[in-house]
């Protein structure tokens, strides 16, 4: 494919860094740019909570391809780079900056927003979505550090501080850590790894406010306080989904498209963690991963090529818990009983399949990733039939 305007890809996370070289290695031949929103080339965010918030890990090794590869294949990338409108009917894209770049087809990959409520206070409160942000925390030996949210980031940022600070607190609304995420079980043994560590829970207790006197203070709604030293909030993000609500694009919390990556219009694709896609067994999900993302990527770029899109694979997720992994295959979602079948295993490992009907529809394992691969080619072939 060669001439015309080309495709504009709008943002640059792992999603978007991934689509200009997979349409490259597709064939494509016509004009890529791609608009970055921040001033770095993009990189790897999953190391963010981990290494990089401890400090063991150089942010300079989380570039996901250096700039001479996107200048390599011919790739336009620009940083810095804000997305104001996008008009349909001309088929322009129009920056921040006053520029207009006309395009063919055009990739939203615009992300997610750390979600920051009213009640978030100032001060020493953070929110973990960039490197800008994880620079901005820098919690001493002596501090006291409050998580609010018990989910993976959440619980991600407990184990990385856990050992660099005095103490670390863990707000959950929810009566449980990981909601709606994981099995009872998981879910049981992860608090418990982290309670080992001495990290303390606060369950069922929802924020009312954060105040800061010479420190932060959240003030929980039934009275109680939990003081702090940091506060870094983990309650959810929010899919930047205004460019393509503007312009009239399809949207329920995130950009619907079908099952190539296209949107209500077909020359404008949404992948990553803005698109709302159909799931391996029909529902319709938002899945933020590193995995789902560059699945989309490559779906859409074999889409706007004619090229074949790679088959279906089971959706993948994986958490860091104290050096060690948990691995998710599969999605559980509200269509009917779930089993599920544990085995443990004596260094502290576990794998729990969950069934439904007697079909695995999700596997879930801490330390043993033979069980998980086992379980994702168990998966794999009920996707797709080999």
């Known amino acids: 494919m060669t001439g015309g305007n080309g495709t504009v890809v709008v943002g640059g996370g792992q999603a978007g860094a991934e689509v200009v070289f997979a349409l490259r290695a597709a064939g494509y031949h016509r004009p890529i740019t791609l608009l970055c929103g921040e001033p770095h080339l993009p990189y790897e965010r999953p190391p963010l909570s981990k290494g990089v918030l401890t400090g063991e890990t150089d942010p300079a090794r989380l570039l996901i391809r250096a700039a001479r590869a996107y200048a390599g294949k011919d790739i336009d990338i620009r940083l810095d780079t804000r997305v104001v409108r996008v008009d349909r009917r001309t088929r322009t894209v129009h920056t921040e900056s006053g520029d207009s770049l006309p395009f063919d087809s055009l990739i939203l990959a615009t992300g997610a927003d750390a979600i920051r409520p009213p009640w978030s206070g100032t001060g020493r409160v953070h929110t973990i979505r ?44 929810a009566g449980r850590v990981l909601p709606g995420r994981v099995s009872e079980f998981t879910a049981g043994r992860i608090r418990g790894l982290h309670e080992q560590r001495g990290i303390r829970f606060v369950l069922g207790a929802r924020v009312g406010r954060i105040f800061t006197t010479t420190a932060p203070v959240v003030e929980l709604g039934d009275g109680r306080r939990v003081e702090a030293d940091w506060v870094v909030l983990s309650i ?57 993302a560059l699945s989309q990527a490559r779906i859409a770029a074999a889409t706007i090529t004619g090229t074949p899109a790679p088959a279906p694979r089971p959706e993948t997720f994986w958490s860091e818990q104290f050096g060690t992994q948990l691995r998710i295959a599969g999605v559980v979602d509200a269509g009917g009983e779930v089993t599920d079948s544990v085995t443990e ?25 033979k069980e998980f691969a086992l379980g994702l080619r168990e998966l794999t072939t009920t996707t797709t039939g080999r």
């Open 130 to 173: 960039t490197l800008d942000d994880v620079r901005a925390v820098r919690p001493g030996v002596g501090d006291r550090v409050a998580v609010i949210g018990g989910g993976f980031l959440g619980l991600e940022v407990a184990s990385s501080l856990s050992a660099l600070v005095a103490s670390v607190t863990v707000v959950e609304s």
């Open 236 to 292: 959810g993000a929010a899919p930047r989904d205004e460019l393509a609500r503007d312009c009239g694009l399809a949207t329920a919390r995130g950009i619907l498209v079908d099952t190539c990556c296209r949107t209500s219009d077909p020359d404008i694709y949404a992948i990553g963690d803005v698109a709302v896609a159909p799931a391996t067994g029909g529902t319709v999900t938002g899945i933020e991963s590193v995995a789902s």
């Open 345 to 369: 295993f004596g260094d502290g490992g576990f794998v729990v399949r969950r069934t439904r009907d007697g079909a695995l529809v999700a596997v879930e394992t801490f330390g043993n990733p």
